[in-house]
């Protein structure tokens, strides 16, 4: 399992948003599918394992998203779907909203 550097989530971090509401539990299971950010791309991480303990869930990439479009990719900055990594509560992050054709500002992609 290679070392992975997570983006800080900032604002879309997960356990800051659910930190401080007692009726939502945010635990990941075994078969969670979990997103961060990896090097501006949205990672999605299926759960294996998860070490309450240490806050860290196990398992492996299910996707490799751009932010801005959604396109999926097979690998970016030598991560790749697949591969096993281990992601600390504190990087989980919410996918940020992709646009449709239909929602650019410009009218691009309209009939």
Do not use: C
């Amino acid at each position: 399992m290679a070392h992975i550097d997570w983006d800080d989530p900032g604002a879309q971090s997960v356990t800051a948003y659910y930190r401080n509401d007692p009726n939502i539990d945010p635990e990941p299971h075994a078969g969670s599918v979990l997103s961060a950010r990896y090097r501006g791309r949205v990672v999605r991480v299926t759960v294996d394992a998860y070490d309450r303990k240490a806050g860290i869930s196990h398992g492996k990439v299910a996707a490799i998203m751009d932010a801005d479009s959604g396109k999926r990719l097979d690998q970016h900055a030598g991560l790749s779907v697949g591969d096993p990594v281990a992601l600390p509560d504190d990087k989980r992050a919410f996918e940020p909203a992709v646009k449709d054709d239909d929602e650019q500002e410009d009218g691009a992609g309209r009939a």
